[in-house]
């Protein structure tokens, strides 16, 4: 008999698990990787004080501990619906229904689709696809390939792809559509790039970075920028380049490209087809919350923390009744704001359950999840704090304090 | 050239591990142990997983982590398997998915 299920055995998922077992919960986790650790899987960067960030080393930690407290893991489960019985959940599952009291869901994020002409070729894969198939399958995705769409996943995960001996030819812009937005318009993917230079090793685009913090300064950038773009870590990252279509007949071929306008719109006589064995489309991380709307969970929509999240309150209680919910299903943060979630919804739980003697651990979780954000080496988006306490606020109406 | 990662200058190299070897379609391929499908393929040069059911272009692999089932493959019999999901077991039979027929379409094709 166990008290928790925990779906997702991510960074929020498994250290939720290892809070809860700590205060003498029973626990499970499912995941339907083949593996635990969820997307710290194949994370690899260096932070500003030079040391690396490996998501590896993280999730292997991470399942010792829950395991030496008795956590039950169980990988390539997937769970498909959840209805609520009178004294907690019925999960259904590929390995069978399960009975729960308390119900975490942890299901982290997808990535969204951009669409490209010529996008189903094979050689043609989501940015993240590159990086698992790199750092966790330790399997190149091609010689020289094209990374359309320039943002701070896609940055980071170029910098993995070099580190393994995969050239990234150049970074481009998808084309300017309604479904890619404001991330086939150069302006808005500077401002973007800004707040992840502070990454870069070059002193330059240190120095140029704090240079371009005003508005009008970075429209001049634009307007002047070199059409051969910068390099970050040798990477040409081209701001004025759009993909207008991806090119090949049995596989990826090339890459058929333009330069475009300030606002994004492609340049007459400008079109060249580029060679590339494979194409990385990021397209950016949405939360993956279907599992929370079964539930009857209510949402909110807040760009800043990536689309529409389940409502939860400071203690990752949601609005239904013996529902919890941890990290990037309730906004688009990184690894380390998911793991204090975790905790936090791991020892919220605990006292759900009557085994929280005392409540200053939890107290002080909540209060650890602020000081993660604030000292995050990457900001996924200027305005998270401001999309939490909105998402705190409409909860409010939901869940008495 | 292999396609395969050994050493890495941050992650390291890869020890001796287990070889594997399974079928895909008519042909025999190696995997090692811990690789899933669409990995040890890939290794091998192998990007096409199937074509699609009703126009027979090719498709391979496209979110790696099981969200998109553009990998979809058929595993020792059983149809939509993840192939981004799903390790390599010795002798496993995998095979591509094919054109399905669509009789009723116009100038659709018969099974």
Known sequence: ?401 | MSQRIDHHPVLGSLGDRKQLSFHYNDSVYMAYEGETIAGALLAAGVRTLRVHEEKGTPRGIYCNIGHCYECRVHVDGIPTVRACMTLVQEGMQVNAGSLLPTPLKKGGHHA
């Open chain 1, 1 to 401: 008999m166990i008290d928790l299920l925990i779906i997702g055995a991510g960074p929020a998922g498994l250290s939720a698990a290892i809070a809860s077992a700590r205060q003498g919960l029973a626990v499970r986790v499912v995941d339907e990787f083949y593996r635990p650790g969820g997307r710290l899987l194949g994370q690899l960067h260096e932070e500003p004080d030079g040391m690396w960030w490996n998501g590896l080393d993280e999730a292997a930690r991470l399942t010792e501990t829950a395991k030496s407290l008795g956590v039950e893991i169980c990988c390539g489960v997937s769970v498909f619906h959840l209805t609520q019985s009178q004294n907690g959940w019925v999960v259904s599952t590929t390995q069978g229904e399960m009975t729960v009291p308390l119900l975490l869901i942890a299901t982290g994020a997808s990535e969204a689709a951009v669409p490209v002409p010529g996008w189903t070729l094979p050689g043609v894969m989501s940015i993240g696809a590159a990086q698992v198939m790199t750092n966790v399958q330790r399997v190149r995705v091609g010689q020289r390939g094209v990374v359309i769409g320039v943002n701070i996943l896609s940055v980071a995960i170029s910098r993995e792809l070099q580190l393994a001996g995969v050239t990234v030819d150049r970074m481009i812009l998808p084309p300017s559509t309604t479904v890619s937005g404001t991330a086939g318009q150069p302006e808005a993917v500077m401002q973007s790039l800004l707040r992840v230079a502070h990454l870069a090793p070059s002193l330059m685009i240190r120095i140029g970075s704090k240079l371009m913090r005003s508005p009008w300064m970075q429209k001049l950038a634009i307007a002047l920028y070199p059409s051969k773009g910068f390099s970050m870590w040798d990477i040409p990252i081209q701001l004025r380049t759009t993909a207008l279509e991806i090119v090949g007949t049995s596989q990826v071929e090339g890459v058929r490209i333009a330069r475009v306008a300030a606002d994004g719109s492609p340049i007459d006589g400008t079109e060249q087809v580029i060679p590339a064995d494979f194409v990385c489309i990021a397209g950016g991380l949405s939360p993956l919350a279907e599992l929370a709307a079964i539930a009857g969970c209510p949402f909110a929509y807040v760009p800043s923390l990536g689309g529409h999240v389940p409502l939860h309150n400071e203690s990752m209680r949601t609005p239904v009744p013996r529902l919890y919910v941890a990290g990037n299903i309730t906004g688009i943060e990184s690894a380390k704001v998911a793991m204090a979630q975790g905790t936090v919804a791991g020892l919220s739980i605990a006292k759900a359950r009557g085994k929280l003697t005392n409540e200053q651990p939890l107290s002080d979780a909540i209060q650890q999840v602020k000081i993660v954000r604030q000292h995050a080496t990457i900001q996924f988006h200027p305005d998270i704090v401001a999309g939490r306490a909105l998402v705190g606020q409409m909860t409010a109406e939901w869940i008495a304090p």
